[in-house]
C-alpha cells in the first residue's frame, strides 16, 4: 500500500469513528460498522422481530435505512461532510426474520460537489436483497480536526 493509500484509508477509518460515535439512528436499529475505506463503507443489520412487516418480511423502510447508512459513510469518508441529496433503491428479494444484511457501499463518481455512490445488500448467505443509488452533496464543515492528524 502506498503512503497516499495508507493516508487515505487513515481518514476514511477517522472519518467513520467520528460519525459512529454520534449515529444514535445506526445504533438504535443495531446496526453495525464492518469496513470502512475512501469512498466505501460495509454495514450489518441482523433483521429483528420489530422490523418485520406485516407479510412476515423485513421492512422496506429499514432495508432503505440500513443502504442509505452505508451511504452515509461512504460519502463522508474523505473528511468532508455530505449529506444525501437523493436516493432510490430497487428491492429484488426479500429478507427475513433473523438475517444478517450486509450493506456495501462503494463510490461510483465523486466531483468537488456532489458524488454518486452505489449500495448492494446481500443477506448472510450473499443473496442481492436490494440495490441502492445515493446522490451525494458536499456541505461546509469536516468530521475532524486535520491537525489532528
Known amino acids: 500500500m502506498s503512503d497516499t493509500q495508507a493516508k487515505a484509508l487513515e481518514v476514511a477509518h477517522r472519518?467513520?469513528?467520528?460519525?459512529w460515535l454520534a449515529d444514535h439512528a445506526a445504533h438504535a436499529l443495531g446496526m453495525e460498522l464492518v469496513e470502512t475505506g475512501s469512498g466505501s463503507a460495509v454495514l450489518a443489520m441482523r433483521v429483528q422481530s420489530s422490523m418485520v412487516n406485516g407479510h412476515g418480511l423485513c421492512h422496506g423502510g429499514l432495508i432503505f435505512a440500513l443502504a442509505d447508512t452505508a451511504f452515509a459513510y461512504a460519502?463522508?469518508?474523505f473528511n468532508r461532510r455530505?449529506?444525501?441529496a437523493g436516493a432510490s433503491?430497487?428491492?429484488?428479494?426479500p429478507a427475513y426474520l433473523g438475517d444478517r444484511l450486509y450493506?456495501?457501499?462503494t463510490l461510483h463518481h465523486q466531483g468537488e460537489r456532489s458524488g454518486i455512490y452505489d449500495v448492494k445488500v446481500e443477506n448472510q448467505a450473499g443473496r442481492l436483497i436490494a440495490l441502492f443509488?445515493?446522490?451525494?452533496?458536499?456541505?461546509?464543515?469536516?468530521?475532524?480536526?486535520?491537525?489532528?492528524?
Open 89 to 93: 433503491i430497487d428491492f429484488l428479494s
Open 103 to 105: 450493506a456495501r457501499a
Open 75 to 77: 460519502c463522508n469518508s
Open 133 to 149: 443509488r445515493g446522490r451525494a452533496r458536499r456541505i461546509a464543515g469536516k468530521l475532524f480536526d486535520d491537525a489532528d492528524a
Open 15 to 19: 472519518s467513520a469513528h467520528a460519525m
Open 82 to 84: 455530505a449529506v444525501a
